[in-house]
């Protein structure tokens, strides 16, 4: 059975533990890490089957087939190319961090040196599999605006750098427009989707993101226009915000243990 050892006890974190404890996801949770205890423990108490060991990722990566992070842009500098180098699989939810191109490169080299797999889900968005499609030929242009209640965006350090205040905002308010390698560094934690979209597509600077504060919302919204040879699309996807974090979509739980789902399951059936 597919050997599990995890990073980030948070929101996304404990869906996917559960998932595996509860056997929606065939695996072993071996191992759990966080450099906040109290998540830790919180985590552990969810737990019904699998009391997984808590120890630093350095050693849990001697020992497991696969290493998720959900954690976040920093902690995918500190374990994933280590991971990678200990012939680790990755599953990686802080996609952001692949803005920085030697990073990038370091873990496709690293991934192909040591015959790993580096999965990315989904996340909070859709139509990944028209962009991909899409990408045999020219993509002319690729858009991501995203919207959330403005307690969806505190703490980014592009808020806290132009002392935003979103309490005060009291309309539909367009707070950022640029280039998505821009967009993941200035909020870490709200759009590592436009660093998914960036690398299915056109790459990092041509994929544009528009953030927009939005206090009649309850929701994140993600929508996404691409064109290309092929025509164009949109889509549009109204995410339930988790209940425990605002920032994450439930819909990126949901598609990390989509994902696990099919890694563990040695029966694969279609294209
Ligand atoms: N790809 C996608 O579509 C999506 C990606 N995400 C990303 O996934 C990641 C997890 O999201 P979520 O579960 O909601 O986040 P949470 O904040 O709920 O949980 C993250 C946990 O990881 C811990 N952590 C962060 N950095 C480190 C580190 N370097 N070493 C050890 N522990 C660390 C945090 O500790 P502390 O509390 O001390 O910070 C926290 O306990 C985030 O980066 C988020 O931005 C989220 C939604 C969608
Ligand atoms: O969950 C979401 O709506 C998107 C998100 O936070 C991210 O991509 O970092």
Do not use: W
């Amino acid at each position: 059975m597919l050997k599990i050892g995890l990073i980030g006890c948070g929101t996304i974190g404990t869906s996917i533990c559960k998932a595996i404890d509860d056997g929606t996801i065939e695996a072993e949770l071996f191992a759990i890490y966080d450099r906040n205890m109290d998540d830790v423990d919180k985590l552990l108490s969810t737990l019904k089957r699998y009391k997984p060991q808590v120890m630093e990722t350095s050693a849990m990566i001697k020992e497991i087939d696969l290493l998720v992070e959900c954690a976040s842009q920093g902690a995918v500098y500190e374990v994933i190319p280590a991971a990678l180098h200990a012939h680790c699989d990755v599953m990686i939810m802080s996609v952001g961090a692949f803005a920085d191109e030697k990073l990038h490169k370091t873990i496709r080299e690293l991934a192909k040196d040591n015959n790993c797999k580096v999965y990315l889900p989904s996340g909070a968005i859709v139509g990944l599999d028209g962009l991909k499609s899409a990408s045999s030929e020219e993509i002319y242009s690729v858009t991501l605006t995203t919207q959330k209640p403005p307690r969806g965006l505190a703490g980014a350090p592009y808020i806290i750098r132009n002392k935003i205040d979103l309490d005060k905002i009291n309309g539909r308010n367009v707070i950022f427009e640029g280039p998505a390698s821009e967009a993941v560094k200035a909020f870490p934690a709200n759009v590592n989707v436009a660093a998914t979209l960036s690398i299915a597509g056109i790459g990092f600077e041509k994929t544009k993101v528009k953030i927009v504060a939005n206090p009649a919302l309850t929701r994140n919204i993600h929508e996404i226009s691409v064109e290309g040879v092929f025509g164009e699309f949109t889509t549009r996807v109204e995410n339930v915000p988790s209940p425990t974090n605002p920032k994450s979509s439930y819909l990126a739980s949901l598609s990390a243990i989509a994902t696990l789902k099919k890694i563990s399951n040695p029966f694969q059936i279609g294209t």
